[in-house]
């Protein structure tokens, strides 16, 4: 996938999933929903979501836990299904973000163009939530940032044929569709609500992470960006609005640091090692944690402006689903 198809999966994958939520309001408020689409969205959510937190990001991105082949390689299909980019370009842009978060070279940061005031704001939040996607300069080497993951069979295999990955997440769900109902409305009610309708909602809550968790919320420690915590956000993240304890502690498995901090990935990471599915889980102590503690709740850069001298990335090419072919 060269730049100019990059660019135009990422249109697609933004205007389709919207039109169908569009749709699926419309079916709602017509009380033209069913328990089967309901479940098909359930379904799906948990498992691209999972794979989003678990498989691209803890696991992948920052080598939090090992596993065995199978769990991996199954774990990075159900990140494909959530349509945000093929394994090896997501892991790329992940660890690009965390070695320049919110300075110079951070392909996501809301605080990139230093223009003041309320309009600024407003384009940080756009870049770092879709625009940065949009950008057709956009590049991470993922031999340069990631060359575990690029030289691996079974990631290139999925970043390879990633765009069958997300057609996998569509007619998946319609075959829930289909088997609850066992008729074609089912099934077209399956692959709305748990492929279009799941692709948006899951999509934009991850892209809430890059955007608001960079701008409001909380700090619990003073990381040298301006990650932030956000409780309203967990949920439906899985755990990873956390945001400030994860910059704080990017290798560590569990991101909701508290007991109250409610970290379904974290969980998640939990049940595999009481499989034996999962080894060498990355924890942190607490009298570690209490040694970083002393972030500044509430407080951020002036609104609008970026940490000194921050930027956006320098122009390159972009990378998409056949980063990994040779």
């Known amino acids: 996938m060269n730049a100019r198809q990059h660019h135009g999966f990422i249109l697609v994958t933004s205007v389709v999933p919207l039109l169908g939520t569009a749709a699926a309001v419309v079916l ?16 799906m959510y948990v498992l691209a979501g999972l794979g989003i937190s678990v498989g691209y990001h ?4 920052h080598r939090s836990f090992e596993t065995a082949r199978p769990v991996r390689l199954v774990l990075a ?17 992940h660890r690009r973000h965390h070695s320049h978060a919110d300075r110079p070279g951070d392909p996501h940061s809301p605080y990139g163009d230093g223009e003041p005031g309320l309009r600024g704001a407003l384009r940080g939040l756009w870049h770092a939530h879709l625009g940065w996607l949009l950008a057709p300069e956009l590049t991470s080497d993922p031999l340069r940032w990631c060359p575990d993951v690029a030289r691996d069979p079974d990631m290139r295999f999925v970043s390879r044929y990633f ?7 569509v007619t998946l769900p319609a075959a829930i569709g289909l088997t609850l109902t066992g ?13 279009l309708v799941r692709l948006f909602v899951g999509n934009h809550v991850t892209y809430s992470v890059n955007s608001v968790g960079h701008y409001f919320g909380s700090r619990r420690f003073a990381t040298k960006d301006e990650s932030r915590n956000v409780a309203w956000l967990a949920l439906p993240s899985f755990g990873e609005a956390w945001h400030n304890n994860h910059h ?5 498995a569990r991101h909701g640091l508290r007991w109250y901090e409610l970290d379904v990935s974290a969980g998640a990471i939990a049940l595999l090692r009481r499989l034996g599915l999962a080894r060498n889980v990355v924890t942190v102590d607490r009298s570690v944690q209490e040694s970083r503690a002393g972030g500044s709740p509430g407080t951020r850069f002036r609104r609008g402006g970026p940490p000194a001298g921050a930027r956006r990335p320098e122009p390159g090419v972009a990378l998409g689903a056949g980063a990994g072919e040779d």
Not at 58 to 61: E, G, I, Q, S, V
Not at 248 to 252: D, L, N
Request: net charge positive.
């Open 77 to 93: 299909a159900c990140g494909a299904m959530a349509g945000q980019a093929p394994p090896i370009v997501w892991v790329a842009h």
């Open 183 to 195: 008729t074609l409305a089912g099934a077209l009610g399956g692959a709305l609500w748990g492929g």
């Open 58 to 61: 803890r696991l992948l991105t």
């Open 248 to 252: 704080a502690f990017p290798r560590s």
């Open 163 to 169: 765009v069958g990955f997300v057609a996998l997440g």
């Open 28 to 43: 709602l408020w017509r009380d033209l929903v069913g328990p089967s689409d309901l479940a098909a969205f359930g379904v």
